[in-house]
Every structure is written in C-alpha cells, then in structure tokens.
C-alpha cells in the first residue's frame, strides 16, 4: 500500500480518545494527524490529503453530520469512520447515510477499529483504483475517438463523392473489392469504411500487409500453420483466413504476394476452401475480401506483380482513390480535422491557420498525398506560436514555391526513357533551386553556372517562383 | 402445557461469571442484529412517508425507542467485555483534567456540586485513558446516584508512596451498605435502567491497571471514601 494510503485523520476534542487512537494506530504503521476541532480537521483534511478520517459526531466548533458533509464535499474519495457515544446512534446512521464508511461505539475495541480502518482504507483504495481505472477508459475512449475521426474519409471533392456512393451501394454486398490509388491516399481507410458499413460490420476485419512481410512467411500468415509444419512452427497458428471468419481479410499491397501464392489464394476465392500448412484437415473460408495496391493496375500486370485471372476475381468492384493533388477541395476539410486532432493529443487549444499559411498548404502537391498532409499538420500544431500556424511553422517542402515542388513521389509515373537535353536542363534548374529553397545564388552556384545564367534560363524554360 | 418455575433447587444453580458474560453478549449480539435491521427498516419507512409529517413524527419516535434499545443493550454488553488496554505514559495531572472537562460535559448538573484538588505535580502514568477515565466517570455516576447526604462531593489527587492515589469522598448520612466486597458483586444491585454493572467495570479496568478499588464509610464524618490507587512510572515521576 503506498505511504499516502495509510495517512488517517482523527477529529476528537476528547483527548484521551484522540491521544489513545493515535498511539494504538501509529504502533500499527499509520500516519497519524489529530485535531481537537472540525476546523482544525478540515485544515489538515486539505493540507495532508488523508485517506481515512475518524471524526467524532460531536466537536465544540461544529455539528459532526455537517463537517462530514464538508469531507465529503472537499475530498468525496476520502472514508470516514464515525466516532460515537451511545446517545448519537441514530446520527452515526444518518451519517452511513451521508457517505460516512462506518462508524464504531466509544468506548471502541482495538481489534474492532483496526479492523474496521484496514477495511476502510482498502476500500479507499479500490475506489482509486476504480478512479485511475476509469480515468485510463476515458483517456482511450478519447484517443479512440481521435483515431475513428481520423480514420474517416473526406467525402468533399466531387471525385470522393462518387466514391462516397459506390461504397454505399456495394459495401452490403458480399463482393471483392480492388483498391487503388497512390501510397497514402487512404486505401485502408476506404477498406474499414467498406467494412463499416458492410452486414460484417460486427465481425473482426483483419488486414494483412504483403509487403511487410518477408514473402516466405505471408503464406503462413495467411493460411495458418500446424505446429511442427515447418521450422520454427513451434504452436497452432490459425492464420488470418481463419480469423477473417465471418468478417472482412484486407490484404494491402496484393501485388507484393508471391505470384504461386497468389494462385493458391485464387483457389480459396473460387472454391471457398483451404488447409492450414501441415495440416490435411479441410476448412471453410468464409471472408468477405478487400485487396488494395498502389501500383496502377496495368504496371502491376504487364510486370507480372499482380496475376491476371487474380485480379479479375478481385476486381468485382474497384475503387480508384485519387490523389490529394487532384481533389484539393478535401485538402481544407483535411486541415481542419487534423488540427482538431492533433490539437486534442497535445492537449492544447486548436491553432488558426495564416491566410498564406493556408495557400501554401492548397497550393501545395502532396506527393505523399492524405499522410503526407496528416504529418505536415503534426509538424504544425507542434511548432504553432501563439495559437497561429504561419508559413514557418509548414515543413520547408511545403514552403518552396509552387515550381519547385516535386508534384509525385518519387518512382512513380512513367519508366524512364530518352529526354531532350532541355527538359533534363529544366529539370536540373528545377532540382537546384528546390535543393536550395528557391535562393538562387546558391542555386547557381549548384548548378556551376553565374547567377545571370541562371535568370535567362529560367525565364527561357518558363520557370517563376 | 404448564408454565415452568423455578425449583429452590434451580434458584440455587451456581453459575460462574464467565458463562453469564458470555451469555449476555450472545444475546446482545443476536439483539443487536435485529434491533439494527429494525432501525434501518424504520429509516426506510421514515422514507416513504415523504411529506407526511405526522408520520415522520411517529416514525421519528420509533426509531428513538429503537435507538435507546440499541444503547442499553450496548452498555450491557461493553460493560461485561474484556478489557484490552491501549497504554501510554500519561500526565497526572492532565488526566485529572481531562476528567473533569468530561465531567462538565456529561454531568453538567451534578459535576458543579464537586469540589476538586489536584496536587499531582508532574507525575507521569501508565495508563489507557480512554478506559481509565470511563472507570473513573463510573465511580461518579455511581455516587451522584446514591448520594444521600449534604454537602459537595470532594475529588482529591495526589502521589503518596510512589503511587497516584485519587479519593473521592461523598457525603451519606444514611448507608446501610457493606463496603468489603466493592465493585465485586457484579449484578447483585439489579433494578429498573440498573444493572450493577457499572462498579465491577471500573474495578476491572483499575486493576488492569495494576491500581485498586477500594471504598469505606466513615461513620464520624458521615461520607463514603472511594480510593483509587495506580503505580506511578518509574521513569519519569
């Protein structure tokens, strides 16, 4: 029991009582406070915090049922053992009825009160535990709510909209669904929502991330594995098939899944069937799939990543998620929630955003689209002075002039092939001068050329920051 | 069937002390369950009365003869208990002190007719005060009880012999009792709200104490003696 749990206080004006509880309880390790007085005892009762107060029902300053209310009122988690004589039974149950923990006849045995005061002090204990306990609930409740708020899509751009819709129309179904979109656009986001609002709902919608794991493992992770069926198989694993049962398998990043285990699985979708690894016994597969990939669909077959009759039984229904760049009318929408958010984990009042802070944040590209935009809003609340965010406060990629930005990520788009010598040229310019946070002395010194050089090919290749 | 009566044999049954203290607090204990369960059923239906004041009047009034049930039953039952001591060194002369501010609040009356001297000096005690004044507010509730003489009762304190020594002289023109076997009769003075009880108790805790009890009538001066006596600590005298 920690040292504060054993403070008690006695509130006697009768000296002897107060002289002999005081002994008889610190010989049992207690803390002892005394006080002649209810005033006195409510002094100590703030200034010592006690756990427990033995208060007798008749003080010379104060009626004893009032300053129990006073207790009660200034620490309601404290216990109270009420002192009696003979002639205030019948208060000591009116007290019991005002919050008091018990109360014992004087002249008091001493195992009776020791007893009684262990009692009490456990009592007190698990009623903080209980308090701690419910404050932690509600401290996940709320980190809990700030993660469903920030799991929830912005349906504002018309593009989402449509979006918004499909997923109302096919999420009761029982269809695959094929996710695409660019790397953090919010594929997974769409994939609970399709979930959410699917007759699964209830059930546990498990995701598996082929590209987290290394490729020999995934067919493990996915199937389940008997124990001894490989090295390392030390335990049963059930696998997530076996855990989707009856709910919702995202598998993310599909075109990550070896290409012979991508055949197994299609046997799973056509026949609904499957066997654990080392395991003869035959089970149902009862999963409703949601797959996603931020390859685009045809890079992902041409290079073989993503098999054809695979993705023809995962593409019942696909859903192509655009990225931030394309949609910037969700980008104030964004902002605003995670400010909200982040404002709430910090603990701190939600900041307001500068009017050119604002404009660099939906002029900007966001290559790493919706995530990039959740980072770029930490960074902010974090930094943010005064309640204000101001263009300062954005990361430095944000703050570059529109021309310099990089407007995808990198290895996207096209494959590379032959440029002319003035696109590479333009793009060089580009590079130093984003590298160089658009100060072009230092860009031209980059580049190896004068700083009037520099200017005339700017203007000759359209560049403006 | 017939009503049973005693036999002279039955009335002649010799019953130790033990067996009758445990079974009086057997049966205040069983009493006691019930007469609380009755209290609370009363403060219940005081409850339900809500705005009937003539009912909450009655109602008040029960659970007021409940309570007084309860408190007798509990007196009874303290005082045939053991007696477990809670010791300290105490000051003599605070203890006397404390004695007499007890006896202003409880016996507002009655304690303005006691004339006290206390020439304890600095003498230390080892004592339960809590118990020993209970003891001592006994002997004078015994003696505002049975007093039938004229004059103030006199309170006196002092060390004699390496021992704290307290009188208590009451005036009685008219005793007719024995002083040999005092607060050693338990229930032998047995009457209505009487239980002889009261002395016994507080010979018990004085001789826990390692004290005495002891009373004796002066037929010249016409009073009662009661003499408490306690060892003084060796430390600190």
């Known amino acids: ?465 | 069937m017939p009503a049973a009566t005693p036999t002279e044999d039955q009335s002649d049954l010799n019953v130790s002390w033990g067996n009758i203290v445990r079974f009086v607090r057997q049966l205040s204990h069983d009493l006691r369950n019930d007469l609380n369960a009755a209290e609370l059923q009363a403060a219940f239906v005081g409850e339900l009365a809500g705005a009937d004041a003539e009912l909450k009047e009655e109602v008040k009034r029960l659970r007021g003869f409940i309570a007084k049930l309860a408190v007798t039953l509990q007196a009874v039952s303290t005082a045939v208990g053991q007696v477990s001591l809670n010791t300290m060194p105490y000051r003599a002369a605070d203890f006397i002190e404390d004695l007499r501010q007890k006896m202003v609040k409880d016996f507002p009356v009655e304690s303005a007719a006691v004339n006290w001297e206390n020439q304890t000096g600095d003498a230390m005690i080892v004592i339960d005060p809590q118990l020993l004044q209970l003891a001592l507010l006994e002997i004078f509730r015994n003696a505002f009880q049975h007093q039938c003489g004229e004059g103030p009762l006199a309170a006196k304190a002092g060390i004699n012999d390496k021992k704290f020594i307290f009188t208590l002289q009451e005036p009685k023109a008219c005793f007719e009792l024995s002083t040999e076997n005092w607060g050693r009769d338990p229930i032998g003075n047995v009457r209505q709200g009487h239980y002889g009880l009261g002395l016994n108790r507080a010979r018990v805790i004085l001789e826990a104490h390692g004290g005495e009890l002891r009373a004796h009538y002066d037929p010249k001066t016409s009073a009662l003696v009661t003499t408490i006596t306690l060892p003084i600590s060796q430390a600190e005298k």
Request: aromatic share 6%; with cysteine.
């Open chain 1, 1 to 465: 029991m920690a040292v504060e749990n054993r403070r008690i206080l006695i509130v006697d004006d009768e000296r002897p009582i107060l002289l002999t509880l005081e002994a008889l309880l610190s010989r049992h390790n207690y803390q002892v406070e005394t006080a002649a007085t209810a005033a006195s005892g409510l002094k100590l009762l703030k200034d010592k915090s006690p756990a427990l107060v033995l208060l007798d029902l008749q003080l010379p300053d104060a009626e004893g049922l009032e300053t129990l209310d006073q207790i009660k009122a200034e620490r309601p988690e404290t216990q109270v053992i009420i002192l009696t004589a003979h002639d205030t039974l019948s208060n000591a149950i009116e007290s019991i009825k005002r919050g008091a923990y018990h109360f014992i006849s004087k002249p008091y045995a001493s195992e009776e009160l020791l007893s009684l005061v262990g009692r009490a002090l456990e009592k007190q204990s698990l009623l903080r535990e209980t308090e701690e306990l419910r404050q932690r609930t509600q401290q996940l409740e709320k980190r809990l709510e700030i993660a469903e708020t920030r799991s929830a899509p912005i349906f504002k751009s018309k593009a989402m909209q449509r979006i918004d819709e499909l997923i109302n129309a096919m999420a009761p179904s029982e269809a695959n669904v094929l996710i695409t979109g660019e790397s953090g656009v919010g594929k997974e986001v769409i994939a609970n929502l399709i979930h959410a609002r699917s007759r699964r709902a209830e059930k546990p919608m498990v995701k598996l991330n082929c590209a987290a794991f290394p490729q020999t493992l995934i067919e493990g992770e996915l199937f389940g594995y008997m124990k001894g069926a490989f090295t390392g198989a030390t335990n049963d694993f059930p696998g997530m098939i076996a855990e989707a049962s009856d709910g919702t398998l995202f598998l993310d990043e599909i075109s990550e899944m070896p290409a012979d285990l991508q055949t197994r699985f299609l046997r799973v979708l056509q026949e609904r069937e499957y066997r654990s690894l080392g395991s003869t016994r035959t089970l149902k597969a009862d999963f409703r799939l949601v797959a996603a990939t931020n390859r685009p669909v045809a890079q992902a077959l041409s290079e073989n990543r993503l098999r054809t009759d695979l993705y023809y039984r995962l593409n019942t229904f696909q859903i192509e998620v655009p990225p931030l760049r394309e949609r910037k009318e969700d980008i104030p929408p964004l902002v605003a929630l995670f400010l909200k958010q982040f404002a709430q984990q910090l603990g701190r009042s939600e900041p307001a955003i500068a009017p050119d802070a604002f404009q660099k944040l939906v002029d900007y590209s966001w290559p790493g689209n919706v995530r990039e935009l959740q980072n770029a809003m930490e960074y902010a609340v974090v930094l943010a002075r005064k309640d204000l965010i101001g263009v300062k406060e954005l990361p430095a990629e944000v703050q570059l002039p529109v021309a310099l930005q990089r407007t995808e990520r990198p290895g996207a788009g096209a494959p590379p092939g032959v440029q002319s010598l003035d696109d590479m040229e333009r793009a060089a310019i580009l590079q130093a001068l984003a590298q160089c946070h658009g100060n072009k002395k230092k860009a031209a010194q980059l580049l190896g050329i004068q700083r009037p050089t520099l200017y005339n090919k700017m203007k000759r290749y359209a560049i403006e920051l």
